[in-house]
């Protein structure tokens, strides 16, 4: 099961009250941060985020309102006096600026951080946990940009206590081989199936965060298989010269990609403060793929 | 006239809606702006700090709580297509910093943005527009730091128009230099006093804006004078020991350095995050200088 926050999800020239892009997603007993637009660590209490269980942040490109919270969350991190470890994976010239970063104010962080320079020129594995992967997909912007995918690792089957009650020669030893898919087999050799014990796993979830880009049809065989997928919809339809022009998206084209990636629910995001009513935006991506959201601070999806 | 407007006023670690460092001053049809804690962009336009009438950003020192919202302001003027003039004065690392902020999002300001180093090593004037003047008063704390003090000049004596109509010999070419305090001199020589003829203006003002400290005597002839003094006061008297380890002040010292330079009022902030309701650094201060206030997120005062 993976629970999203999404902090925020307006593009740059933020309003009262419209923080830039920043989402948590609880996943293996992990918040991790995708994105850290400006005013992030408010947005991390507000909505509950325990920082303790912060350990991976990732970020998607250098624009600022996807990076100037960093600088605040890794300080307070700091002042909080964390000392486990904390990884930040982004593109290589992070590491620079946060370097001059710590050198302006003079301080080092009190905990172990460690960089992981996330190359924009093809997708690959960036992260292996106990419960789940990253991977980075290069998207199409004005700078080096990736979007990253987070896969749960498939759970153990469940035991199926009924059954299993029904064959007292099945002990509590055998227990482990039998989540892991082996069948029970007996002193004289004779085997009861497993699928005849134990009950299939929840099926692993997926979540695509695909921000900032352009219509980039590629990023399509690794996205599928998403339940869900947010991919910025900064422009309208009527836009679509100046999302082209400007490397972003239309909410038509985000659902163009949701639709052809079969996921389960698309959100769009990273809408454009030209417009009033981000509605207009949803109304045009459900014509191509009906089961969208828009994005909104706040918001909690679980699935 | 000076009016104030404080947009947040709280040390590092921010809860929500408790902003740090960053305020803004109107005096001579100018907003300046002094320090720019994360979220400062939000705050202004929350506050109604137009955007077009900023021209001079000071930074008091590098320390993240003071200066995180400084880069997405600036972004979000290029954003906002800005032309005119931007001046930034602060420490001479700042300059470096930036350089980099822009170089990793590979955007340049579409405006002309002027760095003015600030040197913590003596005080000096460092602004001198038309209607004020802008001093640095060197702080003690853990990097360098300035403090600001802000000086309206001397505004022309304001005509008296009775007294004037009592002499028809003095035609409307001669306002311009009673203004300016000189005496009316007759054809035939003789001199009508310049204090007969128009009335004092009004006082000018004075604000001070001394953030981070510990507790510095050195400051006092350079604040003397000032109709409103901000000082931080991070530490309650209990606390006085950390705060002169970490080179911060009490509300006590606060209010003794305002008492003793004499200033019409004192505005303590920069409150830390351990005491959850500052009234008690409000009476701690007020038991030396009565006319203390807290300040406040949004508060304003015109003075």
């Not at 153990?156 to 509590?172: D, F, H, Q, T």
């Not at 996921?263 to 009906?290: M, N, Q, T």
């Amino acid at each position: 099961m993976m629970e999203l926050r999404i902090l925020g999800c307006h593009s740059a020239t933020p309003k009262p009250g419209e923080f830039p892009s920043a989402q948590a997603l609880m996943t293996g007993n992990q918040w991790l941060l995708l994105d850290a637009g400006e005013g992030m660590q408010m947005q991390l209490r507000r909505y509950k985020v325990k920082f303790g269980r912060i350990k991976h942040i990732f970020i998607t490109h250098l624009h600022g309102d996807h990076l100037y919270g960093l600088f605040g969350l890794l300080s307070t991190l700091r002042l909080l006096d964390r000392r486990t470890e904390v990884h930040l994976h982004g593109p290589e010239a992070l590491k620079r600026l946060l370097d001059e970063v710590f050198r302006a104010s003079q301080v080092e962080p009190t905990y172990p951080l460690h960089f992981h320079a996330v190359p924009a020129d093809a997708p690959r594995q960036i992260l292996d946990e106990k419960h789940f992967t990253v991977h980075s997909v290069p998207l199409k912007h004005r700078l080096p940009t990736t979007g990253y995918v987070i896969r749960e690792k498939p759970k153990p089957r469940k035991l199926n206590p009924e059954a299993i009650a029904r064959y007292p020669e099945i002990g509590i030893w055998a227990y482990h081989k039998l989540k892991a898919g082996e069948d029970f087999v007996r002193d004289d050799g004779s085997v009861i199936p497993n699928d005849e014990l134990t009950l299939p796993p929840p099926p692993p979830r997926q979540y695509a965060y695909m921000t900032d880009t352009a219509y980039l049809p590629d990023i399509i065989p690794h996205i599928k298989g998403s339940d869900v997928l947010y991919h910025e919809a900064t422009f309208a339809e009527a836009d679509a010269a100046l999302a082209a022009k400007t490397l972003h998206s239309t909410a038509r084209q985000a659902a163009t990609i949701a639709r052809d990636a079969g996921v389960g629910k698309l959100i769009i995001g990273h809408f454009s403060s030209r417009y009033p009513d981000p509605r207009l935006l949803l109304d045009e991506a459900r014509a191509v793929f009906p089961d969208t959201e828009l994005a909104a601070e706040g918001k909690t999806l679980t699935f």
